[in-house]
T-cell receptor, first 115, second 110 residues
Framework: SAVISQKPSRDICQRGTSLTIQCQVD?????MFWYRQQPGQSLTLIAT?????????ESGFVIDKFPISRPNLTFSTLTVSNMSPEDSSIYLC????????????FGEGSWLTVV | DAKTTQPNSMESNEEEPVHLPCNHS???????IHWYRQLPSQGPEYVIH???SNVNNRMASLAIAEDRKSSTLILHRATLRDAAVYYC???????????FGKGTRLSVIA
């Protein structure tokens, strides 16, 4: 398996500000994914982040709003820019572990509340 | 992506078996059937996956219909800790992300 640490685990943010979420993995992984889970809803894929290439965004998500960095095989960041109350969600990092039969593992999530 | 259909919610008594159904009538031959669960206030957790044959692991069993149009996740003895949202997801390639539906919310009654 893979152990994934996300920071912050929880934060309250002011409208109009930006927050960067960090995702650290205990092993090298090729593919990382970022998801959003709005209150009471299921998970929605934001983007796929591969090391050495630009992130690939899903429909409805844009780089200006959710810039992603992937500087190496164990780390990624997701920034939520110019936040509004609608951005209040859980943001989850996940990784594809080839050593575990291509199983995908998830972090505990970063709970953001925008006021 | 092929879609899955799951009941919105199910209820089980503690220490009894639980059968969680999933319909996936448009599944393709290369789609793997994955099950994840999300406990309260946690990220999703891998449970089990399979392609054609039934699968067992320490957490659960996966029974796959012969025509692969449906599957059932079996928890052999539900505990209170098994209360979670269970997601049945089709994934056609080892390089693709998971696409989540609404899942089944399982309640376990003591």
């Amino acid at each position: 398996s893979a152990v994934i640490s996300q920071k912050p685990s929880r934060d309250i943010c002011q409208r109009g500000t930006s927050l960067t979420i960090q995702c650290q993995v205990d092993s090298q992984v090729t593919m990382m994914f970022w998801y959003r889970q709005q209150p009471g809803q299921s998970l929605t894929l934001i983007a796929t982040a591969n090391q050495g290439s630009e992130a690939t965004y899903e429909s409805g998500f844009v780089i200006d709003k959710f810039p992603i960095s992937r500087p190496n095989l164990t780390f990624s960041t997701l920034t939520v820019s110019n936040m509004s109350p609608e951005d209040s969600s859980i943001y989850l990092c996940s990784v594809l572990n080839r050593g575990s039969g291509n199983t995908i593992y998830f972090g505990e999530g970063s709970w953001l509340t925008v006021v | 992506d092929a879609k899955t259909t799951q009941p919105n919610s199910m209820e089980s008594n503690e220490e009894e078996p639980v059968h969680l159904p999933c319909n996936h009538s448009t599944i393709s031959g290369t789609d793997y059937i994955h099950w994840y669960r999300q406990l309260p206030s946690q990220g999703p957790e891998y449970v089990i996956h399979g392609l054609t044959s039934n699968v067992n692991n320490r957490m659960a069993s996966l029974a796959i219909a012969e025509d692969r149009k449906s599957s059932t996740l079996i928890l052999h003895r539900a505990t209170l800790r098994d209360a979670a949202v269970y997601y049945c997801i089709l994934r056609y390639s080892g390089n693709t992300p998971l696409v989540f539906g609404k899942g089944t919310r399982l309640s376990v009654i003591a």
